[in-house]
């Protein structure tokens, strides 16, 4: 069974940083595209970054320039490192396995 642990989230003031992290339990983790996503409180979940197997990286136009997706395949492990950040980043943070499993997300609260 697939399992996503994400972990990282807290609470940090705007311009702060933080290093989310994403442990996946599943076999030929390194042939698949990771991606992070976010959902505000009575927003929808949005794709804040991805990464497939070969390293390329796309992100949401609102995060460019401010947060960095990787990867560690030997360690089944996607990472989201999230500099600048502003209150509209504030959201639970979820990461997406073959586009069909979640974790159970980890809370990131910016303040003012």
């Known amino acids: 069974q697939v399992q996503l642990v994400e972990s990282g989230g807290g609470l940090v003031q705007a311009g702060g940083s933080l290093r989310l992290s994403c442990a996946v339990s599943?076999?030929?983790?390194?042939?698949?595209?990771m991606g992070w996503y976010r959902q505000a409180p009575g927003k929808e979940r949005e794709l804040v970054a991805s990464?497939?197997?070969?390293?390329?990286?796309n992100y949401a136009d609102s995060v460019k320039g401010r947060f960095t997706i990787s990867r560690d395949n030997a360690k089944n492990t996607v990472y989201l490192q999230m500099n600048s950040l502003k209150p509209e980043d504030t959201a639970v943070y979820y990461c997406n396995f073959q586009l069909k499993y979640w974790g159970q997300g980890t809370q990131v609260t910016v303040s003012s």
């Open positions: 599943a076999n030929l983790f390194r042939l698949y595209t």
């Open positions: 990464i497939t197997s070969g390293g390329n990286r």
